[in-house]
């Protein structure tokens, strides 16, 4: 009698084990993808960081017509066909280059003294401003949620490989970005130029 209650006890401990065991490895295989803290897809990565890359994109345009770089401008413009929610590692990877040679080209006419702006200029330069806070805010946000992603075991695929290369980029084009966002409020002071509340409040965030 002892042994059969025995046998009963051990069979069901076993059923259990088996079960648990088998949810983890199916939770596992059915994998999504997970970061720390919480947890975040891939294609949500690459929806949210094109969302933030438009923001730049059409910052950048805007304040390189203004200060007179318009084939910098043009370069600019044109990668808002590359910024699809579909995006390969391979179009944001260019993108990012073109980002930052933008802040560059950017801060190089900042730094220069004799640079004035006539009030469409300003009006113009403004508006990139603001636009660019926004995209370096879109940037931090998804920062902090993508910080340690890693793609789930079945995880395949174009989104996730853009994803891990938008995670592992983001910080350094946050950098850069947030760099650049400073100097342009700090010329906009320093010229009479209307900043935005939610540029400079952008910069907190920094």
């Known amino acids: ?52 890359a438009k923001n730049v994109v059409n910052a950048n345009t805007s304040m390189l017509e203004a200060v007179g770089l318009k084939d910098e401008a043009s370069a600019s413009a044109a990668q808002a066909a590359n910024l699809t929610e579909g995006a390969t590692k391979d179009a944001l990877e260019e993108s990012v280059k073109v980002q930052t040679a933008n802040s560059k080209a950017l801060e190089a006419k900042l730094a220069d003294s004799s640079l004035k702006l006539d009030a469409a200029g300003k009006k113009k330069f403004s508006a990139g401003v603001t636009e660019l806070a926004k995209g370096v805010v879109s940037y931090v946000t998804l920062g902090k949620d993508a910080s340690g992603f890693k793609p789930g075991i079945s995880s395949l695929g174009g989104s996730t490989t853009s994803a891990v290369y938008v995670a592992k980029s983001l910080p350094e084009s946050t950098k850069t970005l947030a760099h650049t966002l400073k100097m342009a409020i700090e010329y906009c002071k320093a010229n009479n130029i209307a900043v935005d509340k939610s540029a400079t409040d952008a910069t907190s965030l920094i």
């Open 1 to 52: 009698m002892k042994l059969a209650f025995m046998t009963v006890v051990l069979g069901a401990t076993l059923a259990t084990a088996s079960t648990g065991a088998s949810a983890q490895l199916g939770g596992l295989l059915k994998g999504g993808d997970s970061a720390k803290g919480g947890s975040i897809t891939s294609d949500q990565i690459v929806k949210r960081y094109v969302g933030g």
